[in-house]
């Protein structure tokens, strides 16, 4: 696997190295030593899989709130998806900045998401199948969101939102330098 740094510190593109032969193609996806190597020892408790049946779905901003805080590797395996991850760690240098990024069926990359950043995304083909695999349980106490057009994150979204559901349309909005809502 290769791991390449984005512009938000600790958000990592993994792009496979796929092995090719005349029965098809094998790749690794998850390699604890790997993972290791990169200062990333991580152990996943939960596997989830978002179906989207249209293209311009939006799912996010989300995230959960301390101490739930979760890491997400997140890939997407049929369609593709514009997926955007803003980073939330009021330390870090690219506080409240996002980085967006292609993930699909036939690029086969995935994202490692840390602590501290919300994820959301918007479907950019119908039928698009979305895989998680996460540190930390679900908790809907600290289920937190904010608005996917939030002027504090000045996301450009590469195309039109057709589908999304109540919540995430009123998620509150996010004031920067501000303390994050409870």
């Not at 959960?64 to 590797?73: G, H, I, R, Y």
């Not at 002027?151 to 589908?163: L, N, Q, R, T, Y």
């Not at 919540?167 to 303390?179: E, H, I, N």
């Amino acid at each position: 696997m290769i791991f390449t740094e984005t512009a938000l510190k600790g958000v990592l593109l993994i792009d496979p190295e796929p092995v090719r032969d005349e029965r098809g193609m094998f790749m690794r996806t998850w390699c604890q030593r790997e993972f290791e190597a990169h200062g990333l020892p991580i152990t996943w408790v939960q596997s989830s899989i978002s179906v989207n049946a249209r293209k311009g779905t939006m799912r996010g901003l989300h995230y959960q709130s301390a101490p739930n805080e979760e890491v997400k590797l997140v890939r997407c395996t049929v369609g593709a998806i514009y997926d955007v991850i803003v980073d939330l760690r009021s330390a870090s240098p690219t506080y409240c900045h996002y980085v967006g990024i292609t993930l699909s069926a036939d690029n086969r990359r995935a994202v490692y998401i840390p602590k501290g950043c919300a994820h959301g995304f918007l479907t950019l083909e119908d039928n698009s199948e979305v895989s998680y695999c996460i540190s930390e349980f679900h908790v809907p106490t600290s289920a937190r969101g904010f608005r996917w057009d939030d002027p504090a994150f000045k996301i450009a979204w590469p195309a039109s939102i057709e589908v999304m559901s109540e919540k995430d349309r009123t998620w509150p909005a996010f004031f920067k330098g501000g303390a994050l809502p409870a």
